[in-house]
């Protein structure tokens, strides 16, 4: 599985910004997809998951304000981003998961990331 992640930019604290991820390689609704981001000097962290049957999950941290969403015919994954604050300053990676082990918090396929910067 590839995954091509865009949309990171810097914003203003309070703004939104809508991050992409594209598939290829693999039957997109076989795949559950995930959000992660590291900040500078932290270990990497879980953002959002969505299931192959469109479930759900989140960080305590984003509830309210992040929306994970996919489009099965386009083959990509969205995290639309309200109400931004400078801790959620990172870059975003996807990945992506064919088997059960998301679940777990685990993924096989992994994008380059893209930086999103929110200034206070």
């Known amino acids: 599985v590839q995954l091509q992640a865009s949309g990171g930019g810097l914003v203003q604290a309070g703004g939104s910004l809508r991050l992409s991820c594209a598939a290829s390689g693999r039957t997109f609704s076989n795949l559950a997809m995930a959000w992660f981001r590291q900040a500078p000097g932290k270990e990497r962290e879980f953002v959002m998951t969505?299931?192959?049957?469109?479930?759900?999950r989140y960080a305590e941290s984003v509830k309210g304000r992040f929306t994970i969403s996919g489009d099965d015919a386009k083959n990509t994954v969205y995290l639309q981003m309200n109400n931004l604050k400078p801790e959620d300053t990172a870059v975003y990676y996807c990945?992506?998961?064919?088997?059960?082990?998301?679940?777990?918090?685990?993924?096989?396929?992994w994008g380059q990331g893209t930086q999103v910067t929110v200034s206070s």
């Open positions: 969505i299931s192959k049957s469109g479930a759900t």
């Open positions: 990945a992506a998961e064919e088997g059960s082990q998301w679940s777990r918090g685990l993924y096989s396929y």
